[in-house]
Every structure is written in C-alpha cells, then in structure tokens.
C-alpha cells in the first residue's frame, strides 16, 4: 500500500485510499484536485469548541451560516483522513481559513489578519502541505527526477518553528506506512549553530517539501551555500508574524511634529534592513524591477493588462507571497503593498478574520484598534514589597472556568511532576546562588503566589526579552513552583501541550517559562494563565507595545475559550493622573493600553 509521500511520480486517482499518504508530486491526481479546488482548510488544536458548537454564530444570536466540510474544499482525502487521524477534535475549518485558504491553493499573493487563536499559522501548514510538489528532470542524470524546496516558510523564532514541524509530524505519523519527515519538512534554526552543522548535512541529504526557519538561519544558509535553498524556484513564500520580522516606520500623530525622527528611521532601515528583508529583495528581485517599471503606468494600460489584452510589464514567473499576522499595521500594509516591490498587485488578495472586520478603520488615540478575545480576563497587579495590590479601576466580575469545557484531565508525567533532571546545572545554581537578582523579589513572589492560588494545571510566564529565563527558572523552583523553560522538542517542557486541549486541576501544575521574544503566535491550548512581568516592549506605549501585549494575551483563549491575563509591574510610587507620559506610572500605561484594545481591568481575586 502506498503512502502519502512515497512514491513522487506515479500516484493516479484509482490507487488512492482515504486512509493512505499520497505522493506531492506533479502527479494528475494532485494537479486535478489543485485545478478543481475550492480550498483546503483546517482549525487548529484547540478547535473543540467548534467541534461541541458546529454553528457558533447561531449561538450567538446570529444567522446560522453554512458549515463548510474539508472535502468541500478541495482538500486531498489522504491529506483530510491524516488530519483526523492526527488530530481528531478538528471538525470544521475556521472562518478565516475558509477565506485564505483558497486564495494560496490558487497561486495568489495573500495578506492575512484574523485575530490570535483563529488557526492563522495551523491552516497555512494545510495549505502549504496541500501543494503539488515540484519536482523537475535532470538532464545529466538521464532524466531522474529531482525533488524540489516548494514552500518556504519563515517565523520569528525556534520555537514557533519547532511547532509547525510537529503539527506536520503528527500528520505524516498518522498514516500508514510514513515516510521520513524529513522527506516532508525540515527546520533550520540558529540554535547552536544548528542550521550551519546537523541542519545543513539533512538539507543536502534530503530536500523537504516544506522548509520552516528563522529568517537568520535562512539568509545564513544562503550566504553559505545558495543554491541548495533553490530560491528561484520556490512555489510559496511565507512570512509569519509579518510584522515583527519586517520593521517599518509608525505613522505619527498628524497633530505633532516627528519629521526628524521619521526620517531618522528610515535612514537606519536601509542601513540596516533587516534579515527578512534582505531574503525577500533577493526572491522577489525580477518582480521589483517590474513593479519599478509600473509606478507611472497608466489605468488604462493596467485595465488591459488584468483583462489580459495586453502583456506590457507583466509579471515574470516567481513565487506566491503570503503575510500573516494578528496586528497587520496600516504602515506596514502600505509599505509592503507601495514600496517593497515584493507583490503581484494584480494577483494579491487581502484577507480579515470576522472579528478584526468589526474593528477595521476604527481610531482611538495612538496605535489602531485590534480585535481581541472577550473571553479573556485582563489584570493589572501593582507590586511593592509593602504590598501588591489591583490596578485602580479593576472590576469584579464572576470568575472564568479554570478548566475549559471538555478539557482533558493531565496527568502528572505530562506536567513533569517528579522530573529528576534539573535543567539548571550545578554551575549555573552556584552562579545564581551567589550573585545577585535581575529580577526583583517581591515581583516573583507575586508570580509563585498568583500560580498557587489560581493555575489548575498549566501556565505561561512571559518576561523581557533580554533576562534570562533559567534563572528565572531556578528562582522560582526556590520558591516552591513546577518551573520549566518552554522547550517545544522536550514533551515534559512544552510539546506535550501542542496537543493538549485543556487539563483538569493537576496535583503539580506547571509554570512554562519564556520570553517575549520566543512566545508569538504559539500554539499550547491547554494554557488557563498568561502571566507578564513588566510592561511589555519597554515604559513606552506606543503601537509596538499595544501589538506585543495583544500577542502575550493571544497565548490564551484560543478559539474563543477562557483564560486570564496578569500583567506584573512594579508599584514604584503612587498611580498620579498626569498628561506627561514620563511621570505616569506603570499601572497608568497598563490602563492605557487595556483602554486602547477596547477591554477593562479585572481584579484578581487572590488581592486587594
């Protein structure tokens, strides 16, 4: 019986079984199935909401809308039987991914917004997977087929990566008779100089269908051996968490005067424009000198071109782009689709969840109004040693479930409860055991209670990018919490929660430690708590800041579900309404931004 990705060249219609692996190939059944779609969509892990409420509009007091199957759209049957097997609880796709699907299984340039938790970067690895494979024959090897890279993705960081791969593994591993993984998806990340040692050998050995990495690690490898990323030929480009990996200028205050700083801006962009930037000039490089060509272009001459009458400044062959991103700022859609000469403008679709449409082209001061989850609890604790306390302003409202509805109950090997392997080595504990602190003891006495008191099973500690999180960890293994550092190859500190979709009170509940840095757009359903320490993005409250707390909250409530959100900053003096940004105090910011997203403080029960 054949596998889904065994055999590249001679899989046909008849020999296909729902249950099997089929080849990605350029083969008849897949080019059929790629012209005839309507697209391939899948939900994400935490879809048992939708799984328990197949119409979740009628719910809510809307018009039921029609629920859209995965073989209505297109998706391969082996790709859909795998799916199920791998992940029973996704019913139905999203949405969303019934929007942007379709639009990359047709070769459009996509740039996509739908809010955190709406299965964005789940339906990408659909999609991606769902593409013919591309393969060529090799003259000087009398004709043998020669597989190709046909997706490349990339992400902000390893974890992130490391998710993406094992959503793909479960998938290949859940069909008879899988293939090699890393005949289907491969990583390169700079971990340890990964992508330049074991990362590069498997790349030479194997070329995967989907290649997933860090923007550095990439334009590291390219600069290191070009031509076996096979950049030229690549079908799909795909950039998740746009807007971190592409730093763009912010719009200012049209009521203030930023030219100076504006222009100071750009000057260090071109300067120094980044990694992704870099990678993106270089693939897309024929279609700028187009779009170059195109400023001046006249309607009309456009009008005949999209009619096909005329074949002036067409666009040459080169590969899809698709941009992906919770927060889409206007200053970054601008850029990418008037400046960077990276699109096809007339092949590109623009692509909103439901909930970020009901919020679009709204304005409140400062940064653009985001959709969020009304699901989630937001809280501000202000800390002292003295004491810690609510931010003024919080309400009290009935509590959420700790456990969502139809969690799974977690037993204590998947928390890590009697782990014996300290990941802080004996070095490093006489380290910290003999230096000082960066972080501030009544600041982490307050996370190891607000754990104790309210996380039935599994939580998320979130801190500065800068600090580390080993220490962190060690410190608050010192004050008695389950800590570990997220690590999503390591089942006991993090991948195990990839498929968990929620877990019954633990007798040893578990703290996930990480940064700002390696959170976004993860993926670990079964988290009930978000805890922040600090402000996130520094004492500013700007659009970035706005952008990173609405993604720090995304980690919970994904699919609608509940969750909680505790943000800890420091009480350094008394709250003092002030217009001066620099003498407001933390909790002022906090209740800026909170104000800014559209939602209100909520006490946390376990304070004043």
């Known amino acids: 019986m054949q596998s889904f990705f065994s055999t590249l060249t001679q899989v046909s219609r008849r020999n296909v079984c729902r249950r099997q692996w089929v080849s990605l190939s350029h083969t008849r059944f897949l080019s059929d199935a790629s012209e005839a779609h309507y697209g391939a969509t899948s939900a994400g892990d935490a879809s048992k909401r939708l799984a328990r409420d197949p119409n979740p509009t009628a719910s809510a007091g809307r018009p039921a809308s029609p629920r859209v199957d995965f073989e209505n759209l297109g998706l391969h049957p082996p790709i859909v039987a795998s799916l199920r097997a791998a992940f029973p609880d996704v019913k139905?796709?999203?949405d969303v991914?019934?929007?942007?699907?379709?639009?990359?299984?047709?070769?459009?340039?996509?740039?996509?917004?739908d809010a955190t938790g709406s299965g964005k970067s789940f339906g990408l690895v659909l999609a991606l997977l769902n593409k013919p494979r591309l393969v060529s024959r090799d003259a000087h090897k009398n004709n043998e087929t020669q597989r190709h890279i046909t997706s490349l993705v990339l992400v902000p960081h390893r974890e992130l990566a490391f998710q993406l791969l094992h959503w793909i593994e479960r998938m290949v591993n859940a069909g008879e008779q899988a293939p090699p993984l890393s005949m289907i998806a491969q990583v390169l990340v700079r971990d340890d100089k990964m992508h330049l040692g074991q990362g590069l050998e498997t790349l030479r050995a194997e070329t995967p269908h989907v290649l997933i990495g860090t923007p550095q690690a990439i334009l590291d490898v390219y600069q290191h051996e070009p031509e076996l990323l096979q950049l030229r030929s690549l079908s799909s480009v795909v950039v998740d968490e746009v807007d971190y990996l592409i730093e763009t200028v912010s719009r200012k205050d049209p009521n203030k005067s930023f030219k100076r700083a504006t222009e100071k801006a750009k000057r260090k962009l071109l300067t120094h424009p980044g990694p992704t930037r870099q990678l993106l000039d270089v693939i897309y490089d024929s279609r700028k000198e187009v779009n170059e060509k195109r400023i001046d272009e006249p309607g009309m001459e456009i009008a005949k071109r999209r009619s096909g009458l005329s074949s002036a400044n067409s666009m040459p062959p080169s590969p899809q782009l698709v941009l992906s991103s919770a927060t889409l700022r206007t200053h970054?859609?601008?850029?990418?689709?008037?400046?960077?000469?990276?699109?096809?403008?007339?092949n590109v679709a623009k692509?909103?969840?439901?909930?970020?449409?009901?919020?679009?082209?709204?304005?409140?001061?400062?940064?653009?109004k985001e959709a969020v989850n009304a699901s989630i609890q937001h809280s501000v604790l202000l800390v002292s040693d003295e004491r810690v306390r609510n931010i003024p302003g919080a309400v009290t409202v009935e509590s959420l479930p700790s456990v969502p509805p139809g969690g799974e109950e977690v037993t204590s090997d998947e928390t890590g409860a009697g782990e014996s392997t300290n990941e802080v080595d004996a070095d490093l504990i006489q380290k910290y055991s003999t230096t000082p602190s960066v972080f501030t003891p009544c600041m982490m006495e307050t996370v190891a209670a607000a754990f104790a008191m309210d996380v039935p099973s599994i939580a998320l500690l979130v801190l500065p990018s800068s600090t580390p999180v080993k220490r962190a960890v060690w410190e608050l293994r010192e004050l008695g919490v389950n800590a570990h550092g997220l690590d999503?190859?390591?089942?006991?500190?993090?991948?195990?929660?990839?498929?968990?979709?929620?877990?019954?009170?633990?007798?040893?509940?578990?703290?996930?430690?990480?940064?700002?840095?390696t959170t976004r757009g993860l993926d670990l359903p079964a988290l009930s708590h978000v805890f922040?320490?600090?402000?996130?993005?520094?004492?500013?409250?700007?659009s970035r800041t706005v952008d990173a707390y609405l993604h720090i909250a995304g980690r919970v409530g994904r699919f609608g579900r509940g969750g909680k959100v505790v943000t800890l900053v420091e009480d350094r003096?008394?709250?003092?309404?002030?217009?001066?940004?620099?003498?407001?105090?933390?909790?002022?910011?906090?209740?800026?931004?909170?104000?800014?997203?559209?939602?209100?403080?909520?006490?946390?029960?376990?304070?004043e």
């Open 532 to 542: 922040l320490y600090g402000m996130p993005e520094g004492p500013r409250v700007n």
């Open 332 to 346: 970054l859609k601008n850029f990418v689709y008037d400046e960077s000469g990276w699109l096809d403008k007339d």
């Open 573 to 607: 003096a008394s709250e003092i309404e002030s217009e001066s940004e620099e003498a407001e105090g933390a909790g002022a910011k906090m209740a800026r931004i909170l104000k800014t997203i559209g939602v209100g403080p909520v006490q946390f029960a376990a304070f």
């Open 488 to 517: 999503l190859q390591d089942g006991k500190k993090g991948r195990s929660y990839l498929a968990s979709g929620g877990g019954a009170t633990s007798a040893n509940p578990v703290l996930l430690v990480s940064t700002l840095a």
């Open 92 to 94: 139905y796709p999203t």
């Open 97 to 113: 991914q019934s929007e942007f699907i379709p639009a990359i299984l047709g070769g459009k340039d996509v740039l996509l917004k």
């Open 351 to 368: 692509v909103s969840g439901r909930a970020t449409k009901a919020v679009e082209g709204e304005r409140v001061r400062g940064p653009e």
